[in-house]
């Protein structure tokens, strides 16, 4: 069994991080369709369903600071822009591979 530090003014669980970076609705989401490979920003949005312009942008404004999704302007006129996974993205997938076994195992466990 693990044995964690005793727990102190400020220490946080090692898993928060990675749940920062899975934070909200969408980021997940984003990462699972870029998985598959670079997106124009309405394709990802068609294949999103729900999201608005406005949120899915800014997501994907944020999960490019943190460094997980990678903006290529073409610099066409019209805009030609595409949305990808960097490294640091692609890494997690495991994560949600993980979380993905975990919701059908108790979607399973759920039906008796």
Known sequence: MTQFPAVQHGWHCPAERTLDFLSG?????VIFWL???PLRF??????????TH???AKTLREMEADGL???????EIPPRVDYSLTARGVSL??????????????????RG
């Open 69 to 75: 999704v990678e903006r290529r302007d073409y610099g």
């Open 54 to 56: 406005r949120t899915l």
């Open 35 to 37: 998985l598959e490979g």
């Open 93 to 110: 997938k495991p994560v949600l591979m993980a979380m993905e076994e975990w919701a059908q195992t108790d979607a399973e466990d759920s």
């Open 42 to 51: 309405n394709e990802l949005q068609r294949r999103l369903g729900a999201v």
């Open 25 to 29: 609705k969408w980021r997940p989401m």
